[in-house]
């Protein structure tokens, strides 16, 4: 879910885009040396950029009866690294505010910060985790996306906690409200997505050549 | 909404040849005014004049507009109702100031989300990189960008083609079968897009390729009594915004 245009005040888009700024220069160096090292890998990263937009615009069906989209994060961070997600994720962003009405220019950096940055960082850091106390790799899979899309949500409801508290019980009341709507909601799509994570990879290791886990290993170093 | 939709109507818009620079200033200019002054009246007068060039001056049909405008404003309706009800010890009740504020926020994100969807059906995104190049952004990055564009149509293409193929399959019968053909379709895109990738990158390199596609460009230049116009109505409206 995206934080639409005009949604928050001026200074907290701001702070948004400073915070964002650090992981998405980072990810801009580190995408640089790729490029700088192997130069074919711009047109495989731009592949990628644009794979996780045609993912984000694809339905899945949710358990609530009502359909939804993938985010791809947690696909996104254990396949490219986050680093570069963060990078990947603000042009995804950007295109989507731009050619889908999804999202906005003001909001660009907080949802950067919820999407590229803390979904890709918790799937990435829950599928390490997972893989070094030897949980199987589906299991590991199912639990990087799930949570790193949940993540993603959590985070967008205290990021409009915060710029909307309540008047009586303050920044706990707005989260607990936004994060019934926002967060709550997203469980069952949230389990969805993990579950199409791990039929996606499971599919994937038994066709693809090693192009993706090449650029994986370029990608996370 | 399909992925071209937004796109295509900007290239085809009566806008689509006015300097970048002008459309560049008149809608990121009045989104910050939107997000910066008291949404009433600010806001308001932003919503307004944005409406009237929209209708007025691009004429953007109102069909299209209202397909676009739909889901921001479904979402902002939604986002309005948390501001109406407040969380107390006795549980939840009716914000006393409730009212007011949804109805701030609601100008405040509308004013923005008209400024957003005016640049985005009259400037294409391809014509937005190139001048966040001209801005000084890393060649690399705009040009992975633009790159994400190209290949955003064209994956997105595969994507509805696999789509419609396992819906006349029965692939969307259930649920489960639902989810199971959609992760079908990711793990046969991203196989597809690498090798695109691939293909056009021997491709290019055979041409002597470097890292840069520059191509002519014949886009008017910015005139400055117009940019000089929409500053200082940009002023009067952050003028007029503040209340007294």
């Known amino acids: ?85 963060s990078v990947l994720g603000v042009i995804v962003l950007l295109f989507q505010a731009l050619l889908l009405a999804h999202g906005g220019l003001t909001t660009l950096g907080a949802n950067a910060f919820s999407m590229a940055v803390v979904g890709p960082w918790v799937a990435w850091g829950i599928w390490r985790a997972g893989r070094a106390v030897g949980l199987g790799a589906s299991v590991t899979i199912f639990l990087a996306a799930a949570l790193g899309d949940l993540a993603t949500y959590v985070f967008t409801s205290f990021q409009l906690a915060l710029a909307y508290p309540d008047a009586v019980s303050g920044f706990a009341g707005a989260m607990a409200k936004f994060a019934s709507i926002f967060a709550l909601t997203q469980i069952p799509l949230a389990i969805a997505e993990g579950l199409l994570t791990v039929v996606v990879i499971d599919a994937l290791a038994g066709k693809t050549d090693n192009k993706v886990a090449v650029l994986a290993g370029e990608a996370r170093g | 909404m399909s992925i071209g939709v937004i796109d295509r109507a900007a290239s085809l818009s009566r806008w689509r040849h006015r300097p970048l620079a002008e459309k560049a200033l008149l809608t990121l200019g009045f989104l910050i005014v939107a997000v910066s002054v008291p949404p009433w009246p600010g806001a308001a007068v932003v919503a307004l004049v944005i409406l009237a060039v929209t209708f007025g001056a691009a004429r953007v049909p109102l069909g299209l507009w209202l397909s676009v405008a739909a889901l921001p404003l479904g979402f902002m309706a939604s986002g309005a109702v948390v501001l109406l009800v407040q969380v107390g010890p006795e549980g939840l009740g009716l914000a006393p100031h ?71 399959r029965l692939g969307h019968r259930t649920n489960r079968l639902w989810l199971r053909s959609t992760a079908l379709v990711i793990a046969g895109l991203l196989p597809r897009a690498m090798d695109r990738a691939r293909r056009l990158e021997t491709g290019m390199a055979a041409r002597g390729w470097s890292g840069e596609m520059r191509v002519l460009s014949d886009r008017p230049a910015a005139s400055w009594p117009v940019l000089a116009g929409i500053a200082v109505v940009q002023i009067l409206v952050l003028a007029l915004g503040w209340p007294a």
Do not use: N
Not at chain 2, 120 to 144: H, K, N, Q, Y
């Open chain 1, 1 to 85: 879910m995206h934080i639409m245009e005009g949604y928050l005040p001026a200074a907290q888009c701001a702070a948004w885009y400073a915070a964002t700024a650090p992981f998405v220069v980072a990810g801009a160096i580190r995408l640089r040396r790729i490029i700088a090292e192997r130069p074919e890998a711009r047109m495989t990263l731009a592949a990628a950029g644009a794979f996780a937009f045609v993912l984000s615009a694809l339905k899945i069906p949710s358990v609530t009866g009502s359909c939804s989209h993938p985010t791809g994060t947690g696909l996104g961070a254990v396949v490219f690294g986050p680093a570069v997600m």
């Open chain 2, 98 to 168: 409730g009212l007011q504020d949804a109805a701030a926020l609601c100008l405040r994100a509308m004013a923005a989300t008209f400024c957003l969807i005016l640049l985005s059906l009259t400037t294409p995104a391809a014509d937005l990189m190139a001048g966040l190049r001209r801005l000084g952004l890393p060649a690399e990055i705009v040009e992975i960008a633009l790159l994400t564009y190209r290949f955003t149509f064209l994956i997105g293409e595969s994507a509805v083609a696999m789509t419609h193929a396992q819906s006349a």
